[in-house]
């Protein structure tokens, strides 16, 4: 596609409930990458992915987090038993190769946790 | 640890003149890259300039530059003759520079305000 896409843009649940959010990333792009960014904030890595093999998952805050890419191209990232604190925009980013550090990142996801 | 540190939560600035963002950064690598990243109102992350440490030139990009100070730790943003479409928070971001450069710490961000 012409950009990174993500959805959904907006995505409300209740404390418990799982959440999948997807990205979509430049159509031959290598690495794919997730960023939380709270309100205010500058965005925070949470990990990253060369084709299919996630090379880093360092930035995941702790086992309710998970993500994948399956066929090296849409990843998701799954949130199990949100919790209040998740609330924040997830965003995704990806770049053509790994080492040229250049980024383009999608609009995100903003997600709320009542 | 690498840590990036913006001094300055908002800043404004005439429309048509010069503004500087400043942002120091810490790190005991010799090899890294150094951006400058602009999130309008529109809420998108947009890279504006980059830098790469082992060039001594300064980056330029139209309107941005940048003032590149590797031995104080230091890269700031210029951006001349500011336009109102310039208003946004901007973001000073670091990345190692032997693999994973994608993997960018940034800084708080500073709000900029560019008025009529």
Redesign the interface.
Known sequence: GAGVSQSPRYKVTKRGQDVALRCDPISGHV?L?W?RQAL??????LT?FNYEAQ??KSGLPNDRFSAERPEGSISTLTIQRTEQRDSA?Y?C?S?LV????????G??SRLTVL | AQTVTQSQPEMSVQEAETVTLSCTYDTSESNYYLFWYKQPPSRQMILVIRQEAYKQQNATENRFSVNFQKAAKSFSLKISDSQLGDTAMYFCAFSHGSSNTGKLIFGQGTTLQVKP
């Open positions: 690495s990458y960023y205010g904030q500058g965005p925070e890595f990253y090379q880093d925009m965003r980013a770049s790994e080492s040229t550090g250049e980024l383009f990142f609009e995100g």
